[in-house]
């Protein structure tokens, strides 16, 4: 039996990666590109190579392809660091989540933009103290005739200063408890009443900022899915946000110009360069099987659990190949320091576990 893909995925591969190439030339790789990489010319070449909505239907304009192309796709772009993050989120999550909760005038307005990498969105979930609980969202938003009033406040929201869209997790209901009073709304992120700080993480980079909301105006047809219902939905959007090769392949960019340097005559190095390539093999059979649809309900938790312990493994093995050169500032000083963020961002790595003992295994609470 060959596991290898068929000659139109190994095209499509070669296409995807000669395009990464491209893109990256003479300019240092980012790891995490699907984060931090974020240029809007190449998102909209994407969408002119048919490579954004890939699996979406034909009807709504997608490119109604299966879902391994779009994975032989991303993780060629993602390994190679492209810069894929004006059109990632927008892909990723915000048209799946419309083509299943959305209403046909919110696909007809929104869906052709993100298909050609002309929109970018923020996803505003977390909030200072409301990250891993989101039951406890406090940002409200009122109905006044047919609008929604929105006031709170954001935190973490990527590309909040760049976005053109934030889709919104508020609560629609003062009286009611936890998750049953939330809901999802589509608010214009140039609406009035909209402030942006950009916060700096570790490494210098300022991809993600705090959105205050004072008095925001959102026409009430911007609510997507069922009022005080949307907790399913944002769990949903959670399950795409968790299962995909971007949780595997931020930094294999990374690793493979460590491993060119690595001292492979060393025992304990050659021990961990096997682990580390049988750690990719096991996360890319995870993120296959979620791709496929094939992982049960909830597994999602722990494909992203295996997949971005495994990233921070490869920051430690990067790090100590270049031995006390990683103590200066450069690229593989900031992989370690970005190395944290894969196992907090998209739910921790406590908190997944949680999901695994209590819904995948059916642990006792
Ligand atoms: C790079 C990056 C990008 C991000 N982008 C976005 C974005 O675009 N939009 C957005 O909405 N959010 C974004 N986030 C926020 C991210 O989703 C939250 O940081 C994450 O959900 C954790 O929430 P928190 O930071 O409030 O930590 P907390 O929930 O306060 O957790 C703090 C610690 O307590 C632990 N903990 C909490 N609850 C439990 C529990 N029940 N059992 C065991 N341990 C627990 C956690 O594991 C963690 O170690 C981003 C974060 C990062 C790092």
Same mark, same amino acid.
């Given at each position: 039996?060959?596991?290898? $893909?068929?000659?139109?995925?190994?095209?499509?591969? +070669?296409?995807?990666?000669?395009?990464?190439?491209?893109?990256?030339?003479?300019?240092?790789?980012?790891?995490?590109? $699907?984060?931090?990489?974020?240029?809007? @010319?190449?998102? @909209?070449?994407?969408?002119?190579?048919? $490579?954004?909505?890939?699996?979406?239907? !034909?009807?709504?304009?997608?490119?109604?392809?299966?879902?391994?192309?779009?994975?032989?796709?991303?993780? &060629?772009?993602?390994?190679?660091?492209?810069? !894929?993050?004006?059109? $990632? =989120?927008?892909?990723?999550?915000?048209?799946?989540?419309?083509?299943?909760?959305?209403?046909?005038?919110?696909?007809?307005?929104?869906?052709?933009?993100?298909?050609?990498?002309? #929109?970018?969105?923020?996803?505003?979930?977390?909030?200072?103290?409301?990250?891993?609980?989101? +039951?406890?969202?406090?940002?409200?938003?009122?109905?006044?005739?047919?609008?929604?009033?929105?006031?709170?406040?954001?935190?973490?929201?990527?590309? #909040? *200063?760049?976005?053109?869209?934030?889709?919104?997790?508020?609560?629609?209901?003062?009286?009611?408890?936890?998750?049953?009073?939330?809901?999802?709304?589509?608010?214009?992120?140039?609406?009035? %009443?909209?402030?942006?700080?950009?916060?700096?993480?570790?490494?210098?980079?300022?991809? =993600?900022?705090? !959105?205050?909301?004072?008095?925001?105006?959102?026409?009430?047809?911007?609510?997507?899915?069922?009022?005080?219902?949307?907790?399913?939905?944002?769990?949903?959007?959670?399950?795409?946000?968790?299962?995909?090769?971007?949780?595997? +392949?931020?930094?294999? #960019?990374?690793?493979?110009?460590?491993?060119?340097?690595?001292?492979?005559?060393? *025992?304990? !190095?050659?021990?961990?360069?096997?682990?580390?390539?049988? %750690?990719?093999?096991?996360?890319?059979?995870?993120?296959?099987?979620?791709?496929? %649809?094939?992982?049960?309900?909830?597994?999602?938790?722990?494909?992203?659990?295996?997949?971005?312990?495994? @990233?921070?493994?490869?920051?430690?093995?990067? &790090?100590?190949?270049?031995?006390?050169?990683?103590?200066?500032? %450069?690229?593989?000083?900031?992989?370690?320091?970005?190395?944290?963020?894969?196992?907090?961002?998209?739910?921790?790595?406590?908190?997944?576990?949680?999901?695994?003992?209590?819904?995948?295994?059916?642990?006792?609470?």
């Amino acid at each position: 039996m060959d596991f290898c $893909w068929d000659p139109e995925l190994l095209a499509l591969r +070669a296409e995807a990666q000669a395009f990464a190439d491209d893109v990256t030339a003479g300019a240092e790789v980012r790891e995490d590109s $699907w984060l931090v990489g974020y240029s809007r @010319e190449v998102s @909209e070449e994407l969408g002119r190579r048919g $490579w954004l909505g890939m699996t979406w239907p !034909v009807e709504v304009g997608g490119a109604g392809r299966s879902p391994l192309h779009r994975f032989v796709v991303a993780e &060629a772009l993602i390994g190679r660091g492209a810069p !894929v993050a004006a059109s $990632w =989120f927008a892909d990723r999550q915000i048209g799946p989540v419309l083509l299943q909760y959305g209403t046909d005038d919110q696909r007809e307005e929104f869906l052709p933009d993100i298909l050609a990498g002309r #929109a970018s969105w923020c996803i505003g979930m977390s909030e200072p103290d409301a990250g891993s609980d989101l +039951a406890s969202v406090r940002t409200r938003a009122e109905r006044h005739g047919d609008e929604f009033v929105v006031d709170g406040r954001k935190v973490w929201t990527s590309f #909040a *200063a760049v976005a053109d869209w934030c889709y919104l997790i508020c609560r629609t209901d003062a009286g009611a408890p936890g998750h049953r009073a939330l809901s999802e709304l589509i608010v214009d992120m140039h609406s009035p %009443g909209i402030t942006v700080q950009p916060i700096r993480d570790m490494t210098g980079q300022e991809h =993600f900022c705090e !959105v205050t909301f004072e008095g925001v105006r959102v026409p009430a047809h911007r609510l997507v899915g069922e009022l005080n219902g949307s907790f399913r939905q944002t769990m949903r959007q959670l399950e795409h946000e968790r299962g995909g090769i971007d949780r595997l +392949a931020s930094n294999a #960019a990374l690793y493979r110009d460590a491993r060119a340097d690595a001292d492979a005559t060393d *025992a304990l !190095v050659r021990d961990e360069i096997a682990a580390l390539e049988s %750690g990719y093999r096991i996360g890319r059979l995870l993120v296959l099987r979620e791709t496929l %649809g094939q992982a049960p309900p909830s597994f999602s938790a722990a494909t992203k659990t295996w997949c971005t312990e495994f @990233e921070q493994r490869v920051a430690r093995f990067v &790090a100590a190949t270049a031995g006390p050169r990683s103590t200066i500032w %450069g690229r593989v000083a900031r992989g370690l320091c970005y190395a944290p963020a894969y196992t907090i961002m998209g739910g921790t790595t406590q908190v997944l576990r949680t999901i695994i003992g209590e819904r995948v295994l059916g642990l006792p609470r």
